[in-house]
């Protein structure tokens, strides 16, 4: 059985700030690298056979902590990267509404196949990640392996894994450096536990230190 643990990468500003984030190239703030070395505390005791990435640098920033940790090299993969929002990207939801009403009211809808101009439909960003999983499953049966990725990829595995529709309410969280553990069987993947976040305590008492 292949175990997989899957972690949303740790806070920006732009998290804090909850602009969409979407594909743009975002470092992680002061307190996303205290969630990076909490979780890869946390991990210690597992060991990883392979560490992988989404190319996008707040990710790399989160796993490379990580992979240092584990004494393994970092893999990345592209397929790992969040939803590109298009023109959207870079605003607060507020703006969003304001500037493009019509494309964000759109985006709100998760209408699955609507591609934001520039941007990525939810269609195309599951056709990916879902290629991403099957790479990795085949890779590493047996195996032990982490992967950091986004929020949005995130909610996709979740649902595909679920069996939920993509238009549907999202009720599951997707917290910054959470760990979610999946399990695949070579047939089929499961959630074996989501939003294991107790490690983050530390890093969000340091925060108010």
Known sequence: ??????????????????????????????????????????????????????????????????AEAQHQPLLLEPRLRERDLGLLQGLAPADAMEQFPEVYGRLKAKIPDYEPPKGESVTALAARVSGALTSIAAKHQGQTVLAVTHGGVLDIVYRLVMDIDFDEVRTWLLRNSACNWLAHDGGSWRILAWDEHEHLHRANDERGA
Not at 30 to 39: D, L, P
Request: glycine share 4%; with cysteine; hydrophobic share 40%.
């Open 1 to 66: 059985m292949l175990r997989l643990c899957l972690i949303r990468h740790g806070e920006t500003d732009w998290n804090v700030e909850a602009r969409l984030q979407g594909s743009t190239d975002i470092p992680l703030n002061a307190h996303g690298i205290r969630q990076a070395y909490a979780t890869a505390e946390v991990l210690s005791d597992d060991r990883f056979d392979a560490i992988y990435s989404s190319d996008l640098l707040r990710a790399t920033m989160t796993a490379s902590v990580i």
